[in-house]
């Protein structure tokens, strides 16, 4: 939509440098506050914000070693340090299937979208066809339509099928690609200069093969950014799981701590400390999935604004 | 939009797809057509999943649920045509405007602040020279949070008694309201909550501004403009493309918020609160679909959303058509 860059025009590859648009320019690195005043007022108020952003997970972590007791204390160390709720929270619900489902759910539903919507965004990229601009208009179009439209028919189809209470509903969608990364990796796509593939179809290389050895490799950063993307959305999602499963033994994590929430907090019992470290356990894996990609969930918000 | 090819060849037939150079003589005609035909069988098995999914997910589902919108459903029976009735039950269901209020409420007021929240934090970033790396992914990092576990990060900081960020105003004298149980409070809490992830927007703006070009800086300084001058005068229209971006992207997700408020105040167990301040349009739809089992009027529900999400929309457009500069664009 509303852009104030223009791709790149393709004389070079842009592997992997593609990624590079809010990388600090030397122009950039040369526009700080001259004074030495202003730079540490700068730090400082980054520095206070950064406590206000970081300090509710370091709540979590800590409360969740403290005793029932001591939970709403808000010490930043346990006053007493306990790893019982650890042991406590694996008794009370079956987290460690919660965790395998919903691992299962995150990769079958991020392998697919990517390898579907790559196929998809080169068809729409690579090969001049009639109606090509009408159809890709329509792939924008569905971006715009709310979610709740298609819900219920949605879920009237994954009953049809009689997929309700599986976890087919949560990831088989994505076998057929998704708007957003369609168009995220076609801006990709674009950029590559038309040469390249014109020298493999002049050796012979079928169009499959100029998809999977000269075209992807080329957009290995698009490829890892819409899995990571589809990766935390898969790991997160709570309505669906809501609507789709029945029984506790399939629940993904979402799900699950939604439960221990009903059961645990309000439910009566007022076992927070459970709560507490499970959502603790539920959030762990995506801050490390952030820390082992973060160059490209960084470097793929950025694009999204820009390019978009 | 600025997804032109990079290589803009006319757009014959014969070019649909790359000619092999040196072939295409006489000879081997009926080979030839063949050939051709499958490079033109080619494009189609390419996008041929978005194709299907786009006829099974989206094309069936939006006119089957156009037809829902017209009968009772309850999934068990088959649906009951009752002609405009769930529309006219839209006009007459007080949770429907309660609804409706709840949801303008977060979205006029939760779009704002987003904006100027994580301008700031983009603004501050962009003198933050070195160290933006680190202080950028500080900022992020909240967006990795599961809602779910930030619903019950709501319910836990924002206690009334107990609850850190009480504390932290009883600081400086303030005693804070029941955020989580005074109707009153609920919004703004989950308003304040929803201003803990926005990382992302904040990542956009930073990249938009390491966009501006310097000279434009330069010559604002020569002319004698400050910082602030700078900031209304060259900064703030180079990136009002973006902004106005995001102003649509966000409406967009506000309108239909749903799982901090849900995990927070509905579902299971959770029956003593008074949730209706809660009660977001997307929360309803849901309720009415799948726990009411009123698939009919969830449908109606969606489609008057669907309505109301272009109307903003559109309106969104026509302003950042007056209002956003575009480079190259005088």
Known sequence: MATTTSLPTGDTFPEPELLAVSRPSEAARRRRPRGLLGRVLVLLALSALTIVFIY????L???????RGEVFDNKLIPETFTFQNYLDVWQEAPIGLWLLNTAIV??????????????VAWGFSYFRFRGREVLFGVVLATMMLPGAVTLIP????????GQVGTLTPL????????????????????????????????????????????????????LVVTLLFEFQAAWTDLMRPLIYLRDSSTFTIPRGLKAMLDQFGFGGEWHWEI???ASVIATVPMIVIFFIGQRYFIEGVATTGTKG | MSHAAPHPAPLTSQDRALRRPGRGRAPRRAGQDRARRRRNLAPLLFISPWILGFLIFTLWPVIYS???????????NAPNWVGLDNYRQLAEDPKIGLSLWNTAYYTFIGVPLHILVSLALALLLNQAGRSAGFFRTAFFLPKMTPPVAAGILLLLLFNGEQGLVNEVLGWFGFDGPSWTTDPTWVKPGLILLSLWSIGSSTIILLAALRNVPNELYESARVDGAGFLQRTVHVTLPMISGTIFFLVIVNTIGHFQTFTEAY????????TTYSNDAALFYVIYLFQQGFEFLHMGYASAMAWLLFVIIMIFTAIQLWFSQRFVFYEGRQ
């Open chain 1, 61 to 67: 972590i800590s409360a969740s070693f403290k005793p």
């Open chain 1, 56 to 59: 509710p997970f370091v709540w």
């Open chain 1, 106 to 119: 995150t990769v079958l539903a991020a392998v697919t979208v990517t390898i579907s919507s790559a196929m």
């Open chain 1, 154 to 161: 949605t879920f009237l189809i994954w009953d049809a099928l």
């Open chain 2, 66 to 76: 156009a037809y829902l919108s017209f009968t009772d459903y309850d999934v068990i």
């Open chain 1, 275 to 277: 709560v507490v470290t």
């Open chain 2, 263 to 270: 995990t927070a105040y509905f579902g299971s167990g959770n």
């Open chain 1, 171 to 222: 990831w088989a969608g994505n076998l057929f690609g998704s708007a957003f990364y369609i168009f995220l990796m076609r801006q990709f796509f674009l950029t590559l200069p038309r040469e390249t593939f014109e020298a493999a179809q002049i050796d012979g290389a079928g169009n499959w093969r100029i998809f999977t050895r000269i075209a992807l490799p080329l957009v290995k950063p698009a």
